[in-house]
């Protein structure tokens, strides 16, 4: 999957592709949502999140589905941080060296030869 660059805010979506060509107030989506009138303010303006919460809500009252809004979300919210990545020291787990990808692979063969769905032990 190709990655988007500089996805949009989910608020802008909504502001851009419902509410301002339906005419509908913040106020008027916020009350047939039943969230407050600042929450979605928040959201319009790209200082509020869409959660699982608010994505089901506008589902039911734009028509879309809740994972489409929360697959807006979460892209905009990947290529924020991928903007301004944390200042944390994160290193690798597996070094990608053929000897590495030969054992992980021959511990996964292993754990499906034996039916199991769990994750192995510690080696």
Same mark, same amino acid.
């Given at each position: 999957? *190709?990655?988007?660059?500089?996805?949009?805010?989910?608020?802008?979506?909504?502001? #851009? $592709?419902?509410?301002?060509? *339906? #005419?509908? /107030?913040?106020?008027?989506?916020?009350?047939? *949502?039943?969230? /407050?009138?600042?929450? $979605? /303010?928040?959201?319009?303006?790209?200082?509020g999140r869409v959660t699982p919460e608010i994505a089901v809500r506008l589902s039911i009252a734009l028509g879309s589905s809740a994972e489409s809004w929360l697959g807006h979300q979460a892209a905009y919210d990947l290529w924020e941080l991928e903007q301004h990545p944390p200042n944390a020291h994160v290193v690798p787990l597996f070094a990608s060296t053929p000897a590495a990808t030969a054992s992980s692979t021959h511990v996964r063969a292993n754990c499906i030869s034996a039916g199991s769905t769990t994750r192995p032990s510690k080696l």
């Open positions: 999957m *190709m990655k988007m660059y500089n996805p949009p805010h989910p608020g802008e979506i909504i502001k #851009g $592709l419902w509410l301002d060509p *339906m #005419g509908v /107030s913040i106020t008027d989506a916020a009350q047939a *949502m039943a969230i /407050s009138r600042k929450t $979605l /303010s928040k959201i319009v303006n790209g200082r």
